[in-house]
């Protein structure tokens, strides 16, 4: 049995790279939505749709008992739906960062991610479930994304955009960002430079705890695997930042 991981699209790398390192035994097939990315705008419904689609193509390819949703938007509506439809393992990144979160704030989060995870409240929920009296902000950035797909963090644009973003949230008194959009951890130095008061909690790390809970079986060839579903300019950037050596191949679902 294998794990396997999907997002919208190659985001979702940082989420791959924190599996990648830490289980370097273990089969990982990564399935990027490359053809229907970005996720973010899209209806509950279609988001769910796309998140069964992907699931189904990593189930019925490789038999994964275990996948990880990278993608927060999809994390955010589907989880239950792949729960259900498939009866795998399912770990998503908005349990584990709200963890975190409270694990490290002084008692005011604030969450930045896409229109579609701030609308669903998925990480207030979380957070509030856990211990509800946490206060807890959120706003959506939707230029961060782009941003990061054409290589611009480190830039003025970049910089433009946090503030333009995140001033209000840390000037109200939040002490503790979550970075809920695979996309962010890429920002972390912007964000760090601007605000360097600010606790930084990286969804893409914090599934680590989540995964050492299920039993995965380690010990396998690790091969690993990269699908896309259609051709990603800002792939072969990226993959130069995480990984080395992998080979994407393209798919439909
Ligand atoms: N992967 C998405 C997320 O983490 C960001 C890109 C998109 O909008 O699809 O929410």
Do not use: W
């Not at 069964?52 to 999809?74: G, M, P, Q, R």
């Not at 951890?185 to 680590?208: G, M």
């Amino acid at each position: 049995m294998a794990v396997g991981i999907f997002d919208s699209g190659i985001g979702g790398l940082t989420v791959y790279k924190t599996v990648n390192k830490n289980y370097p035994e273990m089969d990982i097939h990564y399935l990027g939505d490359t053809a229907r990315v970005p996720y973010g705008n899209r209806s509950p419904e279609t988001i769910i749709r796309y998140s069964l689609e992907c699931t189904s193509f990593l189930v019925s390819n490789f038999h994964i008992d275990t996948v990880i949703v990278a993608c927060n938007t999809a994390s955010s509506y589907a989880i239950e739906h792949i729960r259900k439809k498939f009866g795998i393992n399912v770990i998503g990144v908005v349990e584990p960062g709200a963890k975190r979160a409270i694990e490290v704030t002084n008692g005011y989060i604030g969450v930045i991610g896409t229109i579609a995870t701030v609308r669903s409240e998925s990480y207030v929920k979380a957070v509030k479930e856990l211990n509800k009296n946490i206060k807890i902000s959120q706003i959506a950035c939707p230029l961060f994304v782009p941003i990061v797909e054409e290589m611009l963090v480190d830039t003025e644009i970049a910089r433009s955009a946090v503030h333009h973003y995140m001033d209000s949230l840390v000037n109200d008194g939040v002490d503790t960002i979550i970075l809920g959009c695979t996309h962010y951890p890429f920002l972390k130095n912007t964000i760090n430079s601007i605000y360097p008061d600010l606790k930084i909690v990286d969804s893409s790390e914090a599934i680590l705890e989540y995964l050492e809970k299920i039993n995965l079986n380690k010990c396998q060839s690790g091969k690993r695997e990269i699908y896309l579903t259609d051709e990603a300019p800002a792939f072969e950037t990226l993959k130069t930042v995480l990984t080395d050596g992998i080979i994407s191949q393209k798919i439909t679902l």
